[in-house]
């Protein structure tokens, strides 16, 4: 599949993954930063932002995909930086191309099944909304709203409604959801793996520490504190104060 992608900077490359009902536009805090020293590769996954659609939703699939834009744009000595179900992207990638990957960071996310239940009020609001057929922005809210979702989350889905449409493949998230939480155990990998977690969040919690280490021994795992999820929408600077440390290291 033939991912669309926007790339700034120069030297070397740093691919940029998104997480679930986002688009590439969502790490751009990150990429303006790091475009001064790198070439950074923002990506719209399958299924969202520009990136085509597929009735397959699952983690090989996707890290296939970033393979084939990886040898379409020749890349090599990468280094990948994935939110949440971008960082499961980045993370399977080891499996694929680890020839090309010189370090990956995961933010907030870590190699382990998760349960459905933290976003199945965002799924059943986004079923109802589909099953009603609504176009309207602030009909779509209100129904949102009914589903006790945050301002925040609202806001933050309809960055991705445009033109009376979801920009992401909203019938095949939902039914492949369970695809997305899922996650097969890999075979220990040596690359350098940072792993950031939200001191707020409960997405990497100290009983995930020996699944981490056992996949990616080589690792390393930081703590935002006050941070939720959206680590590095939150905290901005202390993510890219993270990462900088990191890569030069």
Known sequence: MKLHYKIQGDNQAILLLH???GSLDNLNMLAKDLSINYQTIQIDLR?????????????QAMAEDVAELCHDLQLANIILIGHSMGGKVALQLSQLIPQQIAKICAIDI???TYSQIANMPVINALTQCINQGLIDKEQIAEVMQQYDLTPAIISFLLKSFKHQRWLFNANVIIQQYDNICDWHPISACDIPTLFIRGGNSNYITDKDYPAIFSQFPNAQIETVAGANHNVHAEKTQEVLHLLHSWLID
């Open 110 to 112: 870590a190699p382990i």
């Open 47 to 59: 299924n969202h932002g520009q990136s085509p659609w597929s009735n397959i939703m699952n983690y």
């Open 19 to 21: 997480g679930l009902f």
